[in-house]
């Protein structure tokens, strides 16, 4: 059972792995352990799209993994971030609010990060199909965005 959507998160963005920008070329923004035990037990791990804004930024577009992420066999549950857009600075300390609007995919293994890389590249198509749809598009202008946290 999937969890009811929309999910809101926000906090602070902190060192991840060091692996979606150098070995995957897909940035990402990750949220600490703390902000990841604390979403719903029932929501699915897997891979999510929505919106994303940092500090007082626009509202982009994003996909989001949640999950062990069974191709790096990670140790703890993770919620990584690639926003669908090019930021000319370091985020490290700044707040990500975002907001999970939908579904896309179960986590799952790959026999090769070109086949890991090519699954992401497929999933932000999607998002990007989806989140153009105007029941997704009402979300990007949430309340959530426009508050101070």
């Known amino acids: 059972m999937i969890h009811k959507l929309p999910i809101y998160v926000s906090g602070e963005i902190v060192r991840g792995f060091g692996r979606g920008s150098k070995e995957l070329g897909i940035p990402t923004a990750n949220f600490s352990l703390d902000v990841v035990k604390s979403l719903p037990e029932s929501l699915q791990t897997g891979v999510y799209y929505g919106w ?3 500090n007082d930024s626009e509202v982009y577009k994003m996909v989001l993994s949640v999950g ?7 140790k703890e549950k993770s ?8 930021f000319d600075c ?8 975002i907001c999970i609007v939908g579904y896309l995919r179960p986590e799952q293994n790959f026999k090769s990060l070109d086949d890991l890389i090519k699954a992401i590249k497929s999933d932000i198509e999607a998002a990007k199909t989806l989140l ?9 202008h949430a309340p959530f965005f426009s508050t101070k946290h």
């Open 79 to 86: 919620l990584e971030t690639h926003i669908m857009h090019k």
């Open 52 to 54: 994303a804004k940092v």
């Open 132 to 140: 153009d749809e105007a029941e997704n598009q009402k979300l990007q």
């Open 90 to 97: 370091d985020l490290y300390g700044r707040t990500l609010r």
């Open 68 to 74: 062990w992420n069974p191709f790096y066999n990670n």
